[in-house]
Each structure stands twice: as structure tokens, then as C-alpha cells.
């Protein structure tokens, strides 16, 4: 298992990485993650829904931890 | 039906003096915190903070969202046509393929680790990113950068 995990992150960056530039140069046939979040918040709920991921992902990275459920 | 505009804080546009100063003081502003420990009280307020008046100007925004059930109904993942069998009716779009599987494979990713101990074999996105920004310089882009993509997404 020594090294699974971090090889399966480099192999999920990566692709996340592809599918960006292939939204990038598809000429719109093919959605980039900004059009999925744009797609996300079309709705009140999904628009929240991202901001609040948003605001997790900074308290994950820069606090790490500290308050229940985060 | 009325243009829909985002609010003009949200959408950046102010004064040439007060653009650089909000510039400045968010170059600062993030410098002075990510000199802060995690896990401590000063990383918790100083997160905070952006994040509550990011929430605040977000709840500010007027402009007419899309229904959740008419936001649903846009997603037109299958036909109605009932003569075709059902995986026939299924619209496998691959940008929604694509960027579904992705997403669903970094939440499984991150809980797979968490479930898993020590950190240093089983790392999650925390630890990565702790690993990532050891240097004060880097931790600082990275504070940057997620605000960066907060003002982003409050514009869209």
C-alpha cells in the first residue's frame, strides 16, 4: 500500500489537469471546471453549496482543523 | 427580462487609488497570516474573517438564480423516448461523465486516507497541501489564491 495513495493523488491531479486543458482548447464542446462551477451556481442552493466548499477547502488547508465537522 | 448584474463590489469595479490600496491590503493581510500556526486561534479568526465577508457579499447578490427543480430539469441527462431501453435513454455526456467520475474519485480519494493512518502513507488533500506550503512564501500564493477563487466565484 507504501506509496498507493499519493500515486493515486498525482494520477487524479493529472487527469483533473487534462480534462482543464481539454475544456480550455475543445472550443466549448467540452466543459472546464470554471463551467461546471458556473453550471453549479446557476441555482441558489448549488451557488451556496460552492461557496461553502470554498470556505472548507481554505479552513482545510490553512487551519487543517479545530472546529467539530470541519 | 432585466440584465442581470453582480453587484459593483463584486464585480471590482472601483476607484484606481481604491483598487490598489484593497490590493495592498490583501497582499498584507495574507502575508501576516499564513505567518500563523495551523490549528491555533489566530489561523482560525484570520480564515475566517474573508471567508464570513465573502459570505456576506454573497448574500447580498440579488441577481435571479435558476429554481432548483428548473436547475435539475436543465440537466437532461436521459430522453423520455420509452421504446429505447433504458441505458439507451441515458445521454452519457463526457464533460458530465468526464467531471462527475473525477469528482466522486477525489471525495472516495480523501475519505480512503482519512480512514487510514499514518498520515505519511495515507495522505489526505490537508496533508499534501501542509507538505506543499512548508514555505512561508508558498503558503502565502496559496492563501492568495483561494481568495482569488472566492472573488472568482462571486462574480459568477
Known amino acids: 500500500m507504501n506509496g498507493v495513495i499519493l500515486a493515486g493523488w498525482v ?43 470554498w470556505v472548507w477547502l481554505g479552513w482545510h488547508v490553512f487551519v487543517r482543523s479545530g472546529l467539530p465537522g470541519f | 427580462m432585466a440584465e442581470v448584474r453582480a453587484p459593483a463590489v463584486v464585480q471590482g469595479r472601483r476607484p484606481a487609488p481604491v483598487r490598489v490600496a484593497t490590493v495592498v491590503a490583501v497582499l498584507v493581510y495574507a502575508w501576516l497570516v499564513t505567518d500563523f500556526q495551523a490549528f491555533t486561534w489566530p489561523i482560525r479568526i484570520a480564515t475566517a474573517l474573508p471567508a464570513v465577508v465573502l459570505l456576506v457579499l454573497a448574500s447580498r447578490d440579488r441577481r435571479v438564480r435558476v429554481p432548483l427543480r428548473a436547475w435539475f430539469g436543465s440537466w437532461r ?80
Open chain 2, 77 to 156: 441527462l436521459t430522453t423520455t423516448d420509452p421504446r429505447l431501453p433504458l441505458w439507451r435513454r441515458v445521454m452519457w455526456r463526457p464533460g458530465t461523465v468526464v467531471w462527475t467520475l473525477l469528482i466522486v474519485a477525489i471525495s472516495a480519494w480523501e475519505v480512503l486516507a482519512r480512514l487510514h493512518t499514518p498520515r505519511s502513507l495515507y495522505p489526505t488533500l490537508s496533508s499534501l497541501s501542509d507538505a506543499a506550503t512548508r514555505l512561508h512564501a508558498l503558503r502565502f500564493l496559496a492563501f492568495l489564491l483561494w481568495l482569488q477563487f472566492g472573488r472568482d466565484l462571486l462574480r459568477r
Open chain 1, 11 to 53: 494520477v487524479l491531479g493529472l487527469a483533473m489537469l487534462v480534462a482543464e486543458v481539454v475544456g480550455l482548447f475543445s472550443g466549448g464542446r467540452f466543459p472546464t471546471l470554471g463551467d461546471v462551477l458556473s453550471f453549479l451556481m446557476r441555482s441558489r442552493v448549488g451557488r451556496w453549496f460552492v461557496l461553502i466548499c
